[in-house]
Each structure stands twice: as structure tokens, then as C-alpha cells.
């Protein structure tokens, strides 16, 4: 059980991060707005599709 809670921290962490990472700092070196917007809304469905799967992520039979 403790694995699965380390990798769920591990993905949320490296998700804020690269939200972070495509901040408003990466929008004024790159000056591509829209392609950070998009890689940003490419992140949001990442994390929706944790918040939506119909799987049980403490099921003992989804542990490796």
C-alpha cells in the first residue's frame, strides 16, 4: 500500500512541477503563449484522468 501512495505522491509532484515549469516565466522567454496554453490544458487532462478513473488505486490487486 505504501508503494502506490509513494507513486501517486511522485505523479502529483512531478504534475505541480511542470505546471509550475510552464508558468509565466517560460511564456515571456519562449513568447509562444498558445503553445504553453496548450501544453498547460494538456496537464489539467492528465490530472482529470486520475480524478475520473474508475480505478481503486488501494486495490491490493493493482499493486506491483
Known amino acids: 500500500m505504501i508503494i502506490v501512495l509513494r ?13 509550475v515549469f510552464l ?7 519562449t ?4 503553445g504553453i496554453d496548450n501544453l498547460v490544458e494538456k496537464v489539467k487532462l ?3 484522468s486520475f480524478e475520473n478513473s474508475n480505478i481503486n488505486f488501494f486495490d ?4 506491483a
Request: glycine share 6%; proline share 3%; no cysteine.
Open 7 to 19: 507513486q501517486l505522491e511522485s505523479i502529483a509532484d512531478h504534475l505541480i512541477k511542470l505546471h
Open 23 to 29: 508558468g509565466p516565466s517560460l511564456k515571456a522567454v
Open 31 to 34: 513568447g509562444n503563449s498558445e
Open 46 to 48: 492528465m490530472v482529470k
Open 60 to 63: 491490493k490487486k493493482h499493486v
